[in-house]
């Protein structure tokens, strides 16, 4: 109860018992709802920290959770930023992962403190651990073959199949080696999945994990969360996800 004791201790002692009670009421339901926070800043858990303007994540550390100014204290990220100032004013985005549940908090940065090298954030309202899997994935290899056109940014077109789908995102198989060509949270600039005959699903996307396979042939398996996806492609979309689950049930 450290952090408990270290906020008590900036409160005044004029006020009145009532006053304090109040204090510790309020105090003591802030830690039970910032309890995920202050764990990984007391176990030191690396955690994976996005920028708005940047295709690639960071790790920090938290090392703080400051009840008395409201605010959330993050280490300097790796890899370093040249210019760390800029991120004042930007949405932070900070994720970790814990079995399978994913803690994913956002708050905007206030300040850096240039001789602590820290980043200043606000506490985020919202904070808790969630599965991290929610929309419903269907596995697509068999009888029922999609086929997917992917362009990334840099690079030659893939062409491969869709090993399994949900409405916000897809795993799919290309045959060959590319490793060289990924890497996590690379955007893809256009994904074209044909689902049928008459309908596509044109959309953006974003490498999340890839895995290479050696055997019984070369083929790389990446995983792609979906991006500016139209609502009228999304409406078709989960209405292929709904009869794929129909006729599969």
């Known amino acids: 109860m450290g952090i408990f004791n270290r906020v008590l201790q900036r409160i005044n002692k004029k006020h009145t018992e009532m006053e304090v009670k109040a204090t510790h009421d309020r105090l003591l339901a802030q830690i039970n709802h910032y309890s995920a926070l202050i764990r990984l800043q007391d176990q030191r858990h690396l955690i994976e920290v996005i920028t708005p303007t940047r295709s690639?994540?960071?790790?920090?550390?938290?090392?703080?959770?400051?009840?008395?100014?409201?605010?959330?204290?993050?280490?300097?990220l790796s890899p370093q930023l040249v210019n760390p100032e800029s991120l004042v004013g930007q949405n932070l985005t900070l994720r970790h992962q814990h079995n399978r549940q994913m803690l994913?908090?956002?708050?905007?940065?206030?300040?850096?403190?240039?001789?602590?090298?820290?980043?200043?954030?606000?506490?985020?309202?919202?904070?808790?651990?969630q599965p991290r899997r929610r929309e419903q994935r269907l596995m697509l290899m068999g009888p029922t073959v999609v086929t997917?056109?992917?362009?990334?940014?840099?690079?030659?077109?893939?062409?491969?199949?869709?090993?399994?789908?949900?409405?916000?995102?897809?795993?799919?198989?290309?045959?060959?080696?590319?490793?060289?060509?990924?890497?996590?949270?690379?955007?893809?600039?256009?994904?074209?999945?044909?689902?049928?005959?008459?309908?596509?699903?044109?959309?953006?996307?974003?490498?999340?994990?890839?895995?290479?396979?050696?055997?019984?042939?070369?083929?790389?398996?990446?995983?792609?969360?979906?991006?500016?996806?139209?609502?009228?492609?999304?409406?078709?979309?989960?209405?292929?996800?709904?009869?794929?689950?129909i006729a599969a049930a």
């Open 104 to 129: 994913k908090v956002s708050s905007q940065v206030v300040r850096y403190k240039k001789d602590h090298h820290s980043i200043i954030m606000g506490l985020p309202a919202e904070v808790g651990y």
């Open 56 to 76: 690639d994540s960071f790790q920090s550390m938290i090392i703080g959770v400051d009840l008395y100014n409201q605010q959330l204290i993050i280490d300097e």
């Open 148 to 245: 997917v056109f992917i362009d990334p940014i840099y690079g030659a077109p893939w062409y491969g199949n869709i090993v399994n789908i949900s409405s916000g995102g897809m795993r799919i198989l290309v045959t060959g080696d590319l490793r060289n060509n990924l890497h996590k949270n690379k955007p893809l600039r256009r994904c074209d999945l044909k689902l049928n005959d008459r309908e596509i699903v044109h959309c953006k996307g974003r490498v999340k994990s890839f895995s290479y396979f050696a055997r019984p042939y070369r083929r790389t398996e990446i995983s792609i969360a979906f991006e500016a996806i139209d609502e009228q492609y999304q409406q078709v979309l989960n209405e292929f996800i709904d009869q794929l689950s």
